[in-house]
Nanobody, 115 residues
Framework: QVQLVESGGGLVQPGGSLRLSCATS????????MGWYRQAPGKQRELVAT???????NYADSVKGRFTLSRDNGKSTVYLQMNSLKPEDTALYYC?????????WGQGTQVTVSS
């Protein structure tokens, strides 16, 4: 059974930082491209960061230069370091494969950026 468990979200002031984690089980983690997605209220879910199995990363323009995605194949975990957070980064953040598998969505972790 596949499980993707996100953690690390919270309330942070603009300009602050958070580090999200996604622990996976039930997949051959090292063979998969992984991504972080987010969904803000009233908006569609969007892919914000991707890391392929070789470690190369790609970012949405809205987070480029502020977010850093990394993976630990030994722990089957992917991380998202988020710096210089903005109110518009407020959303529920999920990890999934890239492209995503609809059966793998977890609960997500809420990130709220507000003063």
């Amino acid at each position: 059974q596949v499980q993707l468990v996100e953690s690390g979200g919270g309330l942070v002031q603009p300009g602050g930082s958070l580090r999200l984690s996604c622990a996976t089980s039930g997949i051959i983690f090292r063979l998969n491209a992984m991504g972080w997605y987010r969904q803000a209220p009233g908006k569609q879910r969007e892919l914000v960061a991707t890391i392929i199995r070789g470690g190369s990363t790609n970012y949405a323009d809205s987070v480029k230069g502020r977010f850093t995605l990394s993976r630990d194949n030994g722990k089957s975990t992917v991380y998202l370091q988020m710096n210089s957070l903005k109110p518009e980064d407020t959303a529920l953040y999920y990890c999934n494969l890239v492209p995503y598998n609809n059966d793998y969505w977890g609960q997500g972790t809420q990130v709220t950026v507000s003063s």
